[in-house]
Structures are given as C-alpha cells and as structure tokens.
C-alpha cells in the first residue's frame, strides 16, 4: 500500500518569501500525483497535479511542483507569497494500476501562514 | 456545473447517538467517496462506490459506520453509536472515472462534534 509524507506540519512565512513544501511517497509502481488546497473556510480544491510528461507541472495561482521520481518527492513551490495563501495544503498520491480500483491517499497536510 | 452538496454542515450530538450525514455529487459522476478528517490529519478513505456498487470499506468501522448509495447518485453515511472519537469532519467527494488518475472534487464537509 502507498503512503504520503509532509514533513513540514506548520510554516510561517512573511509576504514575498519563497515557499517549498516537502512531499514525498511511498510506493513501488507509477504513480499520479496531486496538491490539493483548503483555504479558511473553503473546501478542498485541486492546486495542480502530474500524470505524466514534464516533471515540472504548474497550477493555479504562481504554484508549480517537481516529481522527482528518484527520489520519490513532488514538492510543491511558489517563488513570492502572498497573504492570500494562507491554507493547508495536502499532497495525495495515487498508483497508477492496470485498470480497476486504486486508491486516492493523502498526507497530513502543511498549514502555512502567510504574514503580511 | 453544480458542485458537491453535503449537509448538514454541523451537527453536535452526545456519545452514543446516532447521526447520518448526505450527499449529492456532481450529476453524471459514477464515483463517490466519503472521508473522515481529523483535526491535524489528512483525509481518510472510509468508503468508495462505483454507481451503487461498495468499491473499497476496508477502513470504514462497519460495527457503527454504514453507508448506501441506492441509486446510484445521491449517499448517506450514517454513524450509531457514535463514540467521542468520531469528532471529525466527513468529507464527500466524487470524480466522473472510475479509477486511476482521477481528480476529486470535495463538497464543503460536515463537521461532527460527539459530546
């Protein structure tokens, strides 16, 4: 069974500065993954996500994410924050299969708090 | 499009009470999920349907927990009894694959809180 690491559980950030939040997975097989975004008092929304292709995937609002397939990371990045990004963030990986049911599985999530 | 409708979005009850939470996915997705989230943690599967068919309950605590989806459309997830530890919120979310690469799309959730 797959697993999803966020070691970064809580990070404060001032406007401006540069944001990496760490991911990384466990699991054998290919893999799709994803950066899902809760804002205060909103639900879980898509931030982006990689299938296949080029390993640097952009999203929404200025976000992008690496995979790293050797090292088993996506890591979710943002050059300049703003307050407004203020959120938690959760990375979900899901195999890959050869048809049939596979499951979505998440991490703990990142809260980050922008300070203005 | 319509998104993922869940109610109610709070419900307060007592230990060993019973409770049941709805949802309604966006029209034409076959696959619906709910999730369990506990404060500080990510969302957890508690059960998958494929149209009205169960997929995956391997973490759903079948001795309090059930859930149905009749028609294929519409669910209910229901918790009795409910213990202090079911304090989370439930999550429904629905895609229109029926497996690998999807994207989900999450109702606002229900926030349960056992007394």
């Known amino acids: 069974a797959q697993s999803v690491s966020q070691h970064n559980h809580h990070v404060i950030l001032s406007e401006a500065a540069s944001l990496e939040l760490g991911c990384n997975y466990s699991?054998?097989?290919?893999?799709?993954l994803f950066w899902y975004v809760q804002y205060p008092g909103q639900h879980l929304q898509l931030l982006l996500k990689?299938?296949?292709?080029?390993?640097l995937v952009k999203g929404i609002k200025g976000f992008e994410a690496e995979f790293i397939k050797s090292k088993f990371s996506f890591n979710l990045r943002k050059p300049s924050v703003q307050w407004s990004d203020t959120a938690e963030y959760f990375c979900?990986?899901?195999?890959?299969?050869?048809?049939?049911?596979?499951?979505?599985?998440f991490g703990t999530g990142t809260k980050l708090q922008v300070i203005p | 499009e319509a998104g993922v409708a869940q109610s109610p979005r709070y419900k307060i009850i007592e230990k060993r009470q019973s409770v049941a939470f709805w949802c309604n996915p966006i029209?034409?997705?076959?696959?619906l999920y709910w999730y369990q989230q506990i404060l500080g943690q990510g969302p957890k599967l508690l059960i998958q349907?494929?149209?009205?068919?169960?997929?995956?309950d391997s973490q759903l605590p079948k001795d309090r927990f059930s859930a149905e989806r009749l028609k294929g459309v519409d669910s209910t997830l229901k918790i009795q009894p409910a213990k202090l530890e079911d304090s989370a919120v439930y999550l429904c979310?629905?895609?229109?694959?029926?497996?690998?690469?999807?994207?989900?799309?999450f109702g606002a959730g229900s926030r349960l809180t056992v007394l």
């Open positions: 979310a629905s895609t229109g694959v029926p497996s690998g690469a999807n994207v989900l799309t």
């Open positions: 699991y054998g097989g290919t893999v799709n």
């Open positions: 990689y299938f296949s292709g080029d390993p």
């Open positions: 979900a990986v899901i195999p890959r299969g050869a048809g049939g049911y596979q499951k979505v599985t």
């Open positions: 029209s034409g997705h076959a696959t």
């Open positions: 349907f494929q149209n009205n068919g169960v997929v995956d």
